[in-house]
């Protein structure tokens, strides 16, 4: 604070300039703001840091970036894309590789459970560097007096999870602590998967002209765990959108060459992920309400908990940046598979105003679309 | 979806905002003050400002119950929330309001447990479940939230529940609009009335703005298209000549209130003499205490509260933000030191908040956004 008054020119003559312009001169003076290297001012870790929103941003950069800072993981993609001797040569793959922790409460909701989650996070991840998912490991942290019939089921699920993305666990770990260091079972899943020569998918690749997809209705996980919590008293029929992505994506990036970025919308939404394209591609980013497909249920029950969709997450959903020419291919390619049917283009890139995310709502008017700040839903995934 | 599409009808708002934009005198401007948090998340949530005439101004009032709490109130509940035992409860727009050391969050990291709840009746659940702790809900809001509080201690009356209090922060709207009004900073032309607070206290205690200070007040609803139309019901009484006080949320707002609501409240709570408002100091009668007869469940009487006032960063203008003087942007640490993520006054931490309402909705300058988005909506 004292920084920011201490850097302003003492006593340079003021000019009272019009409304407009003053507000403009806020405006950029944020925007500057906003650029800065963030900074850790929290002496302890709060919830926050784990909700995908601006701390967990300022966290990964503060702390994470900082400490391991290298190129292959400064593009802070879903998954690094590894240069090894022998592989990639000569035209032929390169590797992928991802990690993901799972601590969703409660394990069990309708849809899924943490093990199903822990693969198709992973998995997802992979898929949407444009990577074959391959190879999976799989990480226990249990808690003394957890039920071995409710770990069977989670190993069950995990299993047929991972034979339906044609993935195999191949390594593994686990830890026990004492009842109450934990909460019941959390599990760390990592993924290596191949990805095709020519095959390069970032979101700074995003430019002025592009169309953005998403591949089905949003917010479905994020208010299935919820409800499932049963803390709200609300009840409704909606169920966590879980599922393997890898197949969707092959078959988009099958038939559509000028596919430019995928994301799967995790924590912090939809709407984190379009932030992220303003930011990396210096570009701004334009949805429209009536656009975004999201369920009457979920709309229902995010409109009485005052929450936007657009920050709830999904687990089975992607986001898709594509040429503006091929858009219309995209949303065929996504909507003839069974995961895509219901995929719909949601906006496009901007040139205008960079580093911004902007919605036309649906009564008519514009707004931002910030990153989320604070954790309404803490333990999702 | 029903019972929501309804009231954002772009067409609707098309057709409204020309008629209000057929109002407007030529070379007069207009300022109506929309009292309540609630319709400033929802001005800037849907983009209503992008239907008004350059010449009317919507100035954001005091309405937001996180934003009027003042830094003492925050550190003296994480003081109570400190105590052997405690498990305090609280709304989660609390959570981040910062005191002088941190915030609820903060205080969580550092070993307290504070509890988000949606309901204070969830505060009673967790005290029956948890016997052996004592569970103190930390109770703030108008006049809006004010019956759930006092339904919640006559049922743990009724219920002999012994572990549950409550930290009374509620406060009264009327003198806040009446310290507004006497406030020689601000010429307001109307008033788009609190549509949450008036299900309870009704219509008539806004009665004397009309009568003693000649300006019109509409109770307004929380959707776009309600809001648009009691504008639209406020420059037709100026247009007219009128002060009155007309009542836009009639589907919910009942003229005389709500007399269970109320007779709740009188039954457990009293007015303070005095209390701190953030921003705005201290106000006369313009709080609510726990009554003498729920002394049990006054968490002020069980616990030895500090009560140290502590004064408000130098740098924080959300007294002026919160009285309509300063504009959120004018603010000198506004979106700079004072963000969503590091507030350093209350109006930035609350979604009801303006300054959070403007930095996460408004901060953009709507002539570099293109006019028309050029897809069709796609949706299956």
């Given at each position: 604070m004292t920084q920011q008054l201490a850097s302003t020119p003492p006593s340079r003559p003021r000019r009272v300039l019009p409304t407009g312009e003053r507000e403009q001169q806020v405006l950029d003076r944020i925007e500057r703001a906003r650029r800065r290297r963030p900074k850790l001012r929290e002496e302890r870790i709060t919830m926050s840091h784990g909700a995908g929103g601006k701390a967990t941003h300022t966290l990964i950069e503060a702390i994470f970036l900082d400490a391991f800072r290298n190129p292959l993981l400064e593009?802070?993609?879903?998954a690094a894309r590894l240069p090894m001797k022998?592989?990639?040569?000569?035209g032929g793959a390169t590797v992928a590789l991802t990690t993901d922790s799972f601590v969703v409460s409660p394990l069990f909701f309708p849809g899924g459970n943490i093990g199903d989650l822990a693969v198709n996070g992973t998995v997802n991840d992979l898929a949407v560097a444009g990577a074959t998912p391959m190879y999976l490991s799989a990480g226990f942290i249990l808690e003394e007096g957890f039920p071995v019939a409710d770990l069977t089921r989670i190993a069950e699920s995990m299993r047929d999870a991972a034979a339906a993305a044609g993935v195999a666990v191949v390594t593994g770990d686990t830890k026990v602590v004492e009842k109450g260091k934990a909460d019941g079972c959390y599990i760390n899943t990592a993924g290596v998967g191949a990805v095709a020569a020519g095959v390069d998918l970032g979101v700074a690749n995003a430019r002025p002209g592009d169309k953005i997809l998403v591949s089905g209705p949003i917010g479905d996980h994020g208010v299935t765990i919820m409800l499932a919590r049963g803390e709200l008293d609300i009840e409704a029929d909606v169920e966590s959108?879980?599922?393997?992505l890898a197949e969707l994506v092959a078959s988009l990036l099958g038939a559509v060459p000028g596919v430019r970025a995928l994301r799967d919308a995790t924590r912090g939404g939809v709407a984190t992920i379009l932030n992220e394209i303003a930011k990396a591609a210096d570009v701004g980013v334009l949805i429209s309400e009536n656009a975004i497909p999201v369920r009457d249920q979920v709309r229902g029950a995010a409109e009485l908990l005052g929450i936007d969709p657009l920050y709830v997450a999904c687990e089975g959903r992607l986001v898709a940046v594509v040429d503006g020419d091929q858009a219309a291919q995209a949303l065929a390619a996504l909507r003839a598979h069974p995961l895509g049917a219901q995929a719909a283009i949601i906006g496009e890139v901007t040139a205008e105003p960079v580093g911004l995310v902007t919605i036309k709502t649906a009564f008519g008017g514009t707004r931002i679309v910030d990153l989320l700040v604070g954790d309404p839903l803490p333990r999702i995934c | 979806m029903r019972f929501v599409d309804e009231f954002r009808d772009a067409d609707k708002a098309h057709a409204l905002a020309a008629r209000i934009a057929a109002l407007c005198e030529p070379g007069r401007q207009y300022k109506l003050m929309e009292v309540c948090g609630g319709h400033t998340h929802t001005i800037y949530k849907h983009g209503l400002?992008?239907?008004?005439?350059?010449?009317i101004t919507l100035v954001h009032g005091p309405g937001c119950p996180v934003c009027v709490i003042p830094m003492g109130r925050v550190d003296d509940a994480i003081h109570l929330a400190s105590q052997p035992d405690v498990i305090m409860t609280s709304f989660g727009d609390m959570m981040r309001v910062p005191g002088s050391n941190g915030a609820f969050f903060d205080a969580n990291a550092r070993g307290t447990t504070i509890k988000m709840v949606y309901s204070p009746l969830d505060s009673l659940k967790i005290a029956l479940a948890n016997p052996d702790k004592r569970v103190v809900f930390m109770a703030i809001g108008f006049e809006t939230t004010a019956p759930s509080t006092a339904m919640t201690v006559l049922r743990a009356r009724a219920q002999g529940i012994k572990n549950f209090s409550v930290f009374c922060n509620h406060v009264t709207i009327i003198p806040a609009i009446k310290a507004i009004l006497d406030s020689p900073d601000l010429r307001l032309d109307g008033f788009i009335g609190p549509g949450h607070v008036s299900t309870v206290i009704g219509c008539r205690p806004y009665e004397f703005i009309a009568r003693s200070y000649g300006k019109p007040v509409v109770v307004a609803g929380f959707e776009p298209l309600d809001i648009l139309q009691s504008i639209y019901m406020l420059m037709l009484q100026l247009h007219e000549g009128r002060s009155e006080v007309e009542n836009q949320y009639a589907r919910v707002v009942p003229w005389n209130g709500n007399p269970v609501a109320l007779k709740a409240i009188g039954e457990t709570m009293e007015l303070r003499p005095y209390f701190e408002w953030r921003g705005l100091g201290f106000i006369s009668h313009s709080a609510l205490k726990m009554r003498e007869a729920c002394a049990d469940f006054d968490a002020e009487l069980l616990f030895d509260v500090p009560g140290v006032r502590v004064a408000d960063p130098k740098a924080c203008q959300c007294g002026e933000v919160l009285k309509g003087v300063l504009k959120p942007w004018e603010c000198k640490v506004f979106g700079t030191a004072c963000t969503p993520e590091t507030p350093i006054g209350t109006c930035m931490v609350s979604p009801e908040g303006a300054c959070a309402a403007y930095y996460n909705y408004g901060r953009l300058n709507r002539q570099r956004v293109p006019e028309a988005i050029s897809i069709e909506p796609s949706r299956p």
């Open positions: 593009p802070l993609e879903d022998g592989v990639g040569e000569a959108d879980t599922a393997p | 400002e992008d239907y008004l005439p350059e010449s």
